[in-house]
């Protein structure tokens, strides 16, 4: 879950991958610094291992990805 379904549990659901122990999702960013986190077996919430972390106020760690803006055409 994350800041691209507001948070919300439940509604961006990983699957297997196919390699063992490897869970993914295609989720569609638009450009700019999108945060996340997991959420496993219903309650642990777990940030990104390969991400750079965030901290909030209450000093909760999730992840960060940012997205590029497409390049500009040269026309």
Known sequence: MGDFNQ????????KPSGAPGV????????PGR???AFIIN???WVADPFA???SDDF???SSV???PAP???AT
């Not at 948070?7 to 990983?14: I, K």
């Not at 869970?23 to 638009?30: I, N, Q």
Request: aromatic share 8%; hydrophobic share 30%; net charge positive.
């Open 7 to 14: 948070w919300t549990r439940g509604t961006t659901q990983l």
């Open 23 to 30: 869970w993914a999702v295609s989720v569609p960013l638009s």
């Open 34 to 36: 999108h945060e996340y």
């Open 42 to 44: 219903g309650s642990r």
């Open 52 to 54: 750079v972390k965030s």
């Open 59 to 61: 000093d909760t760690e």
């Open 65 to 67: 990805i940012r997205v």
């Open 71 to 73: 390049p500009r055409s």
